[in-house]
T-cell receptor, first 112, second 113 residues
Framework: QQQVKQSPQSLIVQKGGISIINCAYE??????FPWYQQFPGKGPALLIA?????SEKKEGRFTISFNKSAKQFSLHIMDSQPGDSATYFC???????????FGQGTRLTINP | DAGITQSPRHKVTETGTPVTLRCHQT?????MYWYRQDPGHGLRLIHY???????DKGEVSDGYSVSRSKTEDFLLTLESATSSQTSVYFC????????????FGQGTRLTVV
């Protein structure tokens, strides 16, 4: 069973626009929710992460919004740039970065 | 890739043959993981290690075994490769429990023909 569901599978956004990727989880024991960014031929790299005691976390152009009651969280990329074109994975775990459960991934393309 | 090296980077093997993938880390991370990445599934945990000679199964462990005889090395073995094991394999490592970042290697693309 897919414990973390991610949508959309692919997303095309114009340069300067807002990219939004959504994830939903099932296990209420999850307490750590990171987003990873992956470029072709590379391994995933941590982008930003949140714990459920806050509803939003912002780092530069990247923001995580978290809704504990709905068991959903999302990644917002403001002022999207061509260099943001990559595959993004949401994930969830208990306690930290151990044994991450990943979503299916979203291929993001930013058109210049 | 934070000091995590996977070898080989690419491999083609025949059905039924054993295959071993190697992960080497230089940062003395305690925890190490093997994930496989497949379209539509994201990354799924195969096996993990929480110390030398301490390993456990992940979500998709059937057909795989692991060994960790030294802190820096974590080996993944496909005992008898099948076409369903064609995938990209990633090794990852984290430090102490509660550590908030997993560091990934660059992946091994394995094709079973």
């Amino acid at each position: 069973q897919q414990q973390v569901k991610q949508s959309p599978q692919s997303l095309i956004v114009q340069k300067g626009g807002i990219s939004i990727i959504n994830c939903a989880y099932e296990n209420t024991a999850f307490d750590y929710f990171p987003w990873y960014q992956q470029f072709p031929g590379k391994g995933p790299a941590l982008l930003i992460a949140i714990r459920p005691d806050v509803s939003e976390k912002k780092e530069g152009r990247f923001t995580i919004s978290f809704n504990k009651s709905a068991k959903q969280f999302s990644l917002h990329i403001m002022d999207s740039q061509p260099g943001d074109s990559a595959t993004y994975f949401c994930a969830a775990s208990i306690g930290g970065a151990q044994k991450l459960v990943f979503g299916q991934g979203t291929r993001l393309t930013i058109n210049p | 890739d934070a000091g995590i090296t996977q070898s080989p980077r690419h491999k083609v093997t025949e059905t039924g043959t054993p295959v071993t993938l190697r992960c080497h880390q230089t940062e003395n991370h305690r925890y190490m993981y093997w994930y496989r990445q497949d379209p539509g599934h994201g990354l799924r945990l195969i096996h993990y290690s929480y110390g030398v000679k301490d390993t456990d199964k992940g979500e998709v462990s059937d057909g795989y075994s692991v060994s960790r005889s030294k802190t820096e090395d974590f080996l993944l073995t496909l005992e008898s490769a099948t076409s369903s094991q064609t995938s990209v394999y990633f090794c990852a490592a984290t430090g102490t429990a509660g550590n908030t970042e997993a560091f990934f290697g660059q992946g091994t693309r394995l094709t079973v023909v």
